[in-house]
Every structure is written in C-alpha cells, then in structure tokens.
C-alpha cells in the first residue's frame, strides 16, 4: 500500500486548503500532501511536499501527527493509500500557487465542502475538534464512497 502525508494549516479562524490542479483529485479542494519516497520519513515527505505545492517552510519539531486515513478503491487497488494526517503548528512564508496547487485561506465554517472529496465531510470536523481518530474508506469507481469505518 502506497503511503503518503496529508496536511492541516490552521490560522485564527482560518484552515489552508489547495485546490489540485492536475493528475489525481484534480478540481477539488484539500489539504495538501503527497507520496512518501522510499527514503523518507513521514515528516520529511511533509516538508517537502509543503515546499513543492504552496512554498511554505516548516520544521519537523513543528509537525504534530494527527491521523491516519486508509483508502480503498475499487476502481484501481494501486490508487489504496495510507495517508498520515499531520498539523503544522508553526511555518515560514505566504502560500503561493503552484503548477499543482491553488492555495487559498478558507474560515472554518465556510470550509466548501461541496467541492471536496466526499470523506473529508466525515473526518475534517471530527479532526477541526481535535479528535484523533483512524478511518478506512472504501471508493466506488466514480470516486463516491462506498463504505467507511472507525478504526480507533
């Protein structure tokens, strides 16, 4: 199973989303993160990745690790990942937008939903109220979720 980062950027009321601009998830709205090379650790993936996608710095002492997801798809089982959910609690620099990615500051109740993957209705509260929780999500073919279960 493929394993990748996926991260969280609260400020004061706001939440840091991208929107994807190319390749898998194109067209909606997430967290930004991404695969985990073989020679990385999880938080290393996460620097990275934040650099590449929105520009930003953060230090691994600044990287709190907060879930984990595991998704299923039906449609192609090379897509399965593990995605280590982490919060970066303190960074460097203005998100700015990428080949990849749309960086955008959302307030926290207008987090558009409607434009997102149908399993961050589920967790992104759950997680937004601090909970730390372990899911797996089982995908349709058309990306809609089959099934999704509590892990811990």
């Given at each position: 199973?493929?394993?990748?980062?996926?991260?969280?950027?609260?400020?004061?009321?706001?939440?840091?989303?991208?929107?994807?601009?190319?390749?898998?998830?194109?067209?909606?709205?997430?967290?930004?993160?991404?695969?985990?090379?073989?020679?990385?650790?999880?938080?290393?993936?996460?620097?990275?990745?934040?650099?590449?996608?929105?520009t930003l710095e953060a230090k691994e002492n600044n990287l709190e690790k907060v879930w984990v997801l595991h998704f299923y798809f039906d449609q192609d089982s090379t897509w399965n990942l593990?995605?280590?959910?982490?919060?970066?609690?303190?960074?460097?620099?203005?998100?700015?937008?990428?080949?990849?990615?749309?960086?955008?500051?959302?307030?926290?109740?207008?987090?558009?939903?409607?434009?997102?993957?149908?399993?961050?209705?589920?967790?992104?509260?759950?997680?937004?109220?601090?909970?730390?929780?372990?899911?797996?999500?089982?995908?349709?073919?058309?990306?809609?979720?089959?099934?999704?279960?509590?892990?811990?």
């Open positions: 199973m493929k394993q990748a980062t996926l991260w969280i950027i609260l400020q004061d009321d706001k939440i840091l989303l991208c929107m994807k601009k190319r390749w898998f998830w194109a067209g909606f709205w997430n967290g930004p993160g991404g695969k985990i090379e073989a020679w990385e650790t999880e938080k290393q993936a996460m620097i990275r990745e934040m650099q590449e996608e929105t593990d995605a280590h959910v982490f919060k970066i609690l303190a960074f460097k620099g203005v998100p700015t937008e990428t080949e990849e990615m749309k960086p955008e500051w959302f307030e926290i109740l207008k987090i558009p939903y409607d434009q997102m993957w149908e399993d961050d209705k589920i967790w992104f509260p759950r997680m937004l109220s601090g909970e730390k929780i372990e899911y797996d999500f089982y995908f349709w073919n058309d990306g809609k979720i089959r099934d999704y279960k509590v892990i811990q």
